[in-house]
């Protein structure tokens, strides 16, 4: 049980506002680090009433409260959020009887007035890192040793400017790293604020492509790329050249793009025409040979068979047709398709004689 009683505030002894050192800042100051620390410290809390909102005389019996000094908004604020975070995180409270809800990170720097500890329960995520400065000293960038890799967030600190205090704290996240410190693996720095208790929370690290390390080199590619080029966003010297450089030789790749695909374009096309080219001389080669060793009515039936089984070249195989066909009958005049009745065996009987004797 943590006690704050009327004893302590009676027969002399002084309120807890009288028995702070120093300017009426820092009494104030220094009654909410009292506070504090005796709300994240293991153990139930009581406080004698008055104390909560600065009672300057000590506690009489025989009068009221100091109740006009709730004008003192900002200390009434302050333990109204003090009882308000503590009542919002259980490893202030869960485990107060039990050992493992409590750890020393730093308990030795006497010489600095500071004590660092864990406030734990079962859940590793509800882990609180607290951090007491009972000196008046700031300190910046200091390393403390962590029991976790990953986040830690400044929750709740006793010296913000809300409550009248000096206003330094830690607004944004701070990374572990692996640098060993207090006996630990991995550490954060801080700043720490005067005649304070300042509380972190802990959250375990991301996982997959937002990693803190490739955030860590885009933010150093981005700080070199200002540095050389002295101002955002323009480039100057031999970075501008750079530029240039790169716009050129994207330009030849796009030249080469389009160089390629009008080659490969042409070459698909002289295939066509020479596979289209190799179909017409068989056709007329085939042709040829019809008419030399048939008559002329059994050509054009060979030669309907042979440009229906040429398709590629139908057109190239009708002109040789048309060509041969008046070749072979000067007479005849060309027509314009050939003929694709079947030839009956009495017409071809004549046609055979009428070779024959004309040999």
């Excluded at 909102?53 to 200390?75: A, D, I, P, R, T």
């Excluded at 990170?105 to 995520?125: A, D, H, Q, S, V």
């Excluded at 006793?158 to 550490?187: F, I």
């Excluded at 030839?343 to 004797?357: F, L, M, V």
Aim: net charge positive; charged share 35%; hydrophobic share 30%.
């Amino acid at each position: 049980m943590l006690s704050l009683s009327h004893d302590e505030v009676v027969h002399l002894k002084g309120s807890m506002y009288t028995k702070m050192p120093g300017t009426p800042e820092q009494k104030m100051a220094n009654l909410r680090l009292a506070y504090a620390y005796q709300m994240v410290h293991p153990g139930k809390k009581l406080l004698f009433m008055g104390q909560e909102f600065g009672q300057e005389k000590e506690w009489n019996e025989k009068q009221s409260l100091s109740w006009e000094l709730l004008e003192h908004l900002q200390l009434k604020n302050y333990m109204a959020a003090l009882h308000a975070f503590y009542k919002a995180n259980p490893a202030l409270y869960q485990l107060d009887e039990k050992p493992e809800g409590f750890e020393w990170i730093n308990g030795m720097e006497w010489e600095k007035n500071l004590l660092i500890f864990l406030r734990r329960t079962r859940k590793k995520e509800d882990t609180l890192l607290v951090v007491c400065n009972f000196s008046n000293v700031e300190y910046d960038d200091f390393r403390i040793g962590v029991p976790y890799p990953g986040k830690y967030k400044e929750m709740f600190n006793s010296d913000a400017e809300s409550y009248g205090g000096t206003g330094v704290g830690n607004p944004r996240v701070k990374m572990s790293k692996k640098t060993e410190c207090d006996e630990r693996k991995n550490s954060i720095t801080v700043k720490l604020a005067p005649l304070s208790v300042q509380v972190f929370s802990y959250t375990k690290p991301e996982t997959g492509a937002a990693s803190n390390k490739s955030a860590k080199a885009k933010t150093a590619a981005k700080a070199a790329a200002e540095k050389k080029t002295g101002k955002k966003g323009k480039p100057a010297g031999k970075t501008e050249e750079a530029v240039k450089a790169v716009k050129a030789k994207k330009t030849t790749k796009t030249a080469q793009k389009a160089e390629k695909k009008v080659s490969e374009k042409t070459v698909k096309t002289a295939e066509k025409k020479q596979g289209t080219t190799t179909a017409t001389e068989k056709v007329e080669k085939a042709v040829k040979q019809a008419i030399d060793s048939k008559p002329v009515k059994t050509v054009e039936q060979t030669v309907d068979k042979l440009v229906k089984a040429g398709k590629s070249a139908a057109a190239e195989a009708a002109k040789a047709v048309e060509k041969y066909r008046a070749a072979a009958d000067p007479e005849k005049k060309p027509a314009t398709k050939p003929e694709t009745k079947p030839e009956t065996k009495s017409e071809a009987k004549p046609e055979t004689k009428t070779k024959k004797s004309t040999e």
